[in-house]
């Protein structure tokens, strides 16, 4: 059996995962020694940096995207370290996002990467044999495990051999027995009752004779003798001088980490913020180690547990680094559903009804009902309108929803609560890893809402303005004006317009109330549903977009150079194949029509039903005269092949038309190729060439056709 809470668990400790990474980032070494972080920051009680946006790094890549193995290959089967291999190559760009790109031989994750293109299967990917002792055995194979942990509560075993099994494409030895422990201990945490426990649990799942062991031990035999908090500096002291980088060697060791992870784990005594402050404070690699006990002490404390000052700027909201710029925009609260409805089904359970309901792949569906949820909402205004979650009231029988404080508005105030579909570069202090951004949000789609008032004064009705704001202009798109009603649930519906080819970055309402100043408006209204859903019909234009991120905006590319000139999007492909990709991630049936102009080369085409790198269907241009439908399943297979005409330089309109398990090409109104027998029930859409060459993109447009 689950736990009764185990959503709310699983919720708890994601968050305190995102806690610890967004602590430590900025403190990472080699500029912040131990001696500076003290010097500089002393004892440390918050955040050290107000990011506007913060980019999630490789501590949050791993665990989300890795866990897509369960989903894509080992369903209704027993997990296999290939199965993770695959989820690393179909899930990152090469060379950008998802981990550290340090070089072959330099950073382990990029050396396995590239065992893994030249064949070398898991777990000889991340062998020791095959990278060295050192190599294997540094930081990565625990820090990308924290997921495993929360997909099997209370079950020690499962948890750290799946987390055997996952860390093995990258790491062995010790890097192994990093990830055994971090998920055991994870897994103890949802019923543990002291922090001792969790240890030993994670103790219990790696070899005795391990030096891994052996540090862990040496931290509990250290603090046995003084566990006053304050000596956890001493035991830090001692980390450096018996277990440190000199001893272990290579970019980041796992082992001296490991001592600072069990040093702040037991000198924070359960409680999530000082367990991320301490193994903050302790240098080293300090946004993994932070993310790790953070995951630990998220799932022992409970969401009563997660300070406000360290959840609200997270807000429910990361931006992630795989190849879908779609699910890179990441509600936590969302993610946390989809995570616990796995977490059922692996554990060969039923998940309640109502939480399968709440998850809708391809929709935006917002419900507020897990406890402190914001869902990533924001307001331009915090003078007049205050967000905060609220358990007390709800839609039905369902419990929460998002309160909006509105104070004393007069005419002429105005404040916008919005939700964010879509991420630009200057939304962010940084360009660490990378992030590149599909909007949720598309014109045509629907957006409903369902809106609770209590009004407590005020001379003049309370109105949401519905709007939409274009992110090349910065426009505010606003529709008509609703009114809201004291003490009634409200709902609220209206579709998207279209944009003129640019992207949508903000979807919400604008709050006014034109009431006198004697009677300022005062009160509260509460959105208790918020969903984005329906057919999308929008265009690209490349004249509206940029190159962010090392991307044209809204596509994310995988290989090769693409670049924007003159209203158009060129691609060039050099010793390999490039693709690039867009769109909802969990789209079915559409209509892609895009204009293409062939430069060089002799492969040039559409991509459709893409779920990931190595999953998609191309279809162009194949060779002198002739058009194919292609499959790529780790392997590229031709499934059709027609004659075509097709000369370079010309501009071809290109139509792909997908509805279930067919596939129509139609070029410049010609249906020149058919195909039924595609097995990708959905997916994104793209361009790409198979071989070295250069394509000029005009046009590019969809429009969803689904029943």
């Known amino acids: 059996m689950l736990p009764e809470n185990y959503l709310e668990r699983v919720y708890a400790g994601f968050l305190g995962m995102n806690v610890g990474i967004r602590l430590g980032a900025p403190l990472e070494p080699n500029e912040w020694s131990y001696e500076k972080i003290q010097e500089i920051h002393g004892d440390i009680r918050g955040y050290v940096k107000d990011y506007k946006t913060f980019s999630a790094d490789d501590d949050a890549n791993g665990p989300v995207y890795f866990i897509r193995a369960l989903m894509d290959d080992a369903r209704g089967r027993e997990l296999t370290p290939q199965d993770v291999a695959r989820a690393w190559l179909n899930y990152s760009r090469e060379g950008i996002g998802m981990f550290w790109w340090g070089g072959d031989q330099i950073s382990t994750e990029h050396t396995a990467y590239l065992n893994l293109k030249k064949g070398i299967p898991a777990p000889q990917s991340g062998s020791a044999e095959v990278n060295g002792i050192i190599m294997a055995e540094q930081i990565g194979g625990q820090i990308f495990i924290d997921t495993w942990g929360l997909l099997f509560p209370n079950n020690i075993q499962k948890a750290a051999d799946y987390a055997e099994i996952a860390a093995s494409v990258s790491h062995d030895k010790n890097g192994l027995y990093g990830a055994r422990f971090m998920a055991a201990c994870i897994s103890k945490a949802f019923s543990a009752k002291n922090i001792d426990d969790i240890i030993e649990a994670g103790l219990s799942v790696i070899p005795k004779d391990s030096t891994y062991y052996a540090v862990v031990k040496a931290v509990i035999?250290?603090?046995?003798?003084?566990?006053?908090?304050?000596?956890?500096?001493?035991?830090?002291?001692?980390?450096?001088?018996?277990?440190?980088?000199?001893?272990?060697?290579?970019?980041?060791?796992?082992?001296?980490?490991?001592?600072?992870?069990?040093?702040?784990?037991?000198?924070?005594?359960?409680?999530?913020?000082?367990?991320?402050?301490?193994?903050?404070?302790?240098?080293?690699?300090?946004?993994?180690?932070?993310?790790?006990?953070?995951?630990?002490?998220?799932?022992?404390?409970?969401?009563?547990?997660?300070?406000?000052?360290?959840?609200?700027?997270?807000?429910?909201?990361?931006?992630?680094?795989?190849?879908?710029?779609y699910l890179n925009v990441l509600d936590i609260p969302t993610f946390c559903k989809e995570l616990a409805v796995l977490g059922y089904q692996v554990n060969g359970l039923e998940a309640p009804q109502r939480l399968m309901e709440s998850v809708r792949n391809g929709e935006v569906y917002l419900d507020f009902t897990l406890p402190g949820a914001t869902h990533g909402f924001k307001t331009n205004n915090s003078f007049k309108t205050l967000l905060r979650p609220c358990g007390d009231v709800g839609v039905e029988t369902a419990r929460g929803s998002l309160s909006v404080l509105f104070d004393r508005f007069i005419e002429g105030d105005s404040s916008k609560v919005f939700y964010k579909p879509f991420y630009c570069r200057?939304?962010?202090?940084?360009?660490?890893?990378?992030?590149?951004?599909?909007?949720?949000?598309?014109?045509?789609?629907?957006?409903?809402?369902?809106?609770?008032?209590?009004?407590?004064?005020?001379?003049?009705?309370?109105?949401?303005?519905?709007?939409?704001?274009?992110?090349?202009?910065?426009?505010?798109?606003?529709?008509?004006?609703?009114?809201?009603?004291?003490?009634?649930?409200?709902?609220?519906?209206?579709?998207?317009?279209?944009?003129?080819?640019?992207?949508?970055?903000?979807?919400?309402?604008?709050?006014?109330?034109?009431?006198?100043?004697?009677?300022?408006?005062?009160?509260?209204?509460?959105?208790?549903?918020f969903r984005i859903f329906g057919n999308a019909d929008y265009t690209i234009d490349f004249a509206k977009q940029a190159v962010e991120f090392k991307c044209v905006t809204p596509f994310a590319h995988h290989r090769g150079e693409w670049t924007l000139e003159d209203g158009f999007m060129k691609a060039a492909a050099e010793e390999e194949d490039t693709s690039s990709f867009t769109g909802n991630y969990y789209g079915r049936d559409l209509e892609l029509e895009i204009s293409l102009q062939p430069a060089s080369g002799k492969s040039h085409g559409v991509i459709l039903r893409a779920i990931g790198t190595e999953r998609y269907y191309w279809a162009g241009f194949d060779g002198n005269n002739q058009i194919s439908l292609i499959e790529n399943n780790f392997g590229f297979k031709r499934l059709k092949t027609v004659s075509y005409g097709w000369s370079p330089e010309t501009i071809y309109n290109f139509k792909a038309v997908s509805k279930g398990t067919a596939v129509q090409i139609e070029i410049n109104g010609e249906l020149v190729l058919d195909f039924d027998g595609l097995d990708n029930a959905y997916g994104m859409i793209g361009l790409g060439l198979l071989e070295k060459g250069e394509t000029r993109v005009h046009r590019f447009h969809v429009k969803e056709t689904n029943e």
């Open 426 to 529: 200057e939304e962010f202090n940084d360009e660490k890893y990378k992030p590149t951004f599909a909007p949720t949000a598309y014109s045509g789609q629907k957006v409903s809402a369902k809106v609770f008032m209590d009004k407590w004064q005020g001379g003049a009705d309370v109105y949401l303005t519905p709007y939409i704001r274009n992110s090349f202009t910065k426009e505010d798109l606003k529709l008509d004006p609703v009114t809201l009603s004291h003490q009634q649930w409200l709902d609220i519906e209206f579709v998207i317009p279209e944009t003129d080819g640019a992207l949508i970055d903000e979807v919400g309402f604008i709050v006014e109330s034109p009431s006198p100043a004697d009677n300022r408006s005062f009160g509260k209204f509460y959105i208790g549903e």
């Open 221 to 325: 035999d250290f603090y046995q003798k003084q566990p006053e908090e304050e000596a956890f500096r001493k035991c830090r002291q001692y980390l450096e001088k018996e277990w440190g980088y000199d001893k272990y060697t290579g970019v980041c060791h796992i082992i001296p980490n490991a001592g600072v992870c069990a040093l702040a784990l037991l000198y924070g005594k359960g409680d999530l913020a000082r367990t991320v402050e301490i193994a903050t404070m302790c240098s080293w690699d300090t946004d993994c180690n932070a993310g790790n006990v953070g995951t630990i002490a998220g799932v022992f404390a409970g969401l009563d547990g997660i300070p406000g000052h360290y959840s609200m700027p997270i807000n429910d909201m990361i931006a992630t680094s795989s190849v879908s710029g």
